[in-house]
């Protein structure tokens, strides 16, 4: 398993993803890392850390695309970026995965120029869990396709089926459209064209039709589908939400339990451990031919360890050759 690594994507790069990738050779010895960056840097990095496997090699890129960049005008301005050549290398076959932390609509845009789609795929799309009254859903797309078509839900709803069976071990998971009521013709246009077109597919024997918002919390649906632009919103509302109410309600019951405060706070910790993204990893881009696994701006190196794993994980349950077939099966 060889992965490109994009060195400097996140918040505090390159240092986190340094150790990362160090720690994750550490627990794979059939791993290969390639930290995709500022060489001189990345090898005084490497040098710090003590490190002297053979597993790890330090390709030279040309800058990176920063937070606040514009992607498209980014990757224009420097083709030879640590993305760009991540992308570069997985087109040429040179690794099987790439995962970066950085400016996730400049590792979108410079994978959808490869064209390294899976046959069949219209456009790829974010995945992202989400937890659940009844365990966990796939909630897609976060982001990558924000002017989706139907037939864009539709394969969506494909492929995010089949990332919850092979990762979430769902037997028969159930498939909703997002949307602003559960009745038949609501949504705008796009949701009522997905609506009828999954109808008409061989997906509509798992599909439930539409769930409103409050039922993603619910598990009303193994998977849900929308555009990029709705599912990005919920993401980040959801991790404000789930922010604010933990410290919320840390406020308003630590104080009460001062003879137990110690406890109280590791529970409180461990709760909130459990629905981080660090622990996930990152999000894959289902849908390419290849592995990409998108991770949070602000991963730390336990993070990048597990955005690394996920890459394996996902090669090894071979979730690609599914997809595939699963779209050529439900061909209309």
């Given at each position: ?26 627990d ?9 960056g ?35 005008d ?18 040429a ?7 970066s ?79 602003i ?14 609506h ?94 290849g ?42």
């Open positions: 398993m060889r992965i490109a690594l994009d060195a400097m994507g996140g918040d505090d790069a390159p240092a986190p993803n340094v150790d990362g990738a160090i720690t994750a050779l550490k794979n010895d059939k791993l290969e890392v390639l930290l995709v500022d060489q001189p840097l990345l090898e005084d990095l490497v040098n710090q850390s003590g490190y002297n496997g053979d597993r790890l090699e330090v390709v030279p890129a040309e800058g990176f695309v920063g937070m606040e960049e514009k992607p498209t980014a990757l224009r301005k420097k083709p030879n970026c640590s993305i760009a050549n991540c992308w570069r290398s997985m087109a076959r040179e690794v099987d995965a790439v995962v932390a950085g400016n996730t609509g400049a590792v979108v845009a410079a994978g959808l120029r490869t064209r390294l789609f899976i046959k069949g795929v219209k456009r790829p799309g974010i995945a992202v869990l989400l937890p659940t009254m009844k365990g966990q859903s796939v909630l897609m797309d976060v982001g990558a396709n924000p002017a989706a078509r139907a037939e864009h839900l539709y394969q969506y709803g494909v492929m995010g089926a089949i990332y919850a069976h092979d990762m979430l071990g769902i037997d028969d998971p159930k498939v909703g459209l997002m949307n009521g559960s009745e038949d013709g609501k949504g705008n246009e796009l949701y009522r064209d997905a009828a077109f999954i109808m008409q597919s061989d997906l509509k024997d798992r599909f439930i039709g539409n769930v409103e918002g409050r039922g993603l919390y619910q598990g009303e649906a193994d998977v849900l589908v929308c555009e990029g632009f709705v599912g990005n919103v919920v993401l980040k509302v959801s991790e404000g939400m789930a922010d604010f109410m933990m410290r919320k309600i840390a406020g308003a019951v630590l104080p009460k339990l001062s003879d137990e405060r110690e406890k109280a706070e590791n529970a409180f910790k461990d709760l909130t451990r459990q629905y981080q993204y660090r622990e996930a990893g990152g999000a894959p881009l289902l849908g390419i031919d592995i990409c696994i998108i991770c949070h701006g602000s991963s730390d190196a336990h993070s990048i360890t597990n955005a690394l794993k996920m890459a394996t994980l996902l090669k090894n349950r071979k979730i690609n050759s599914r997809i595939a077939e699963s779209l050529a099966k439900n061909k209309k």
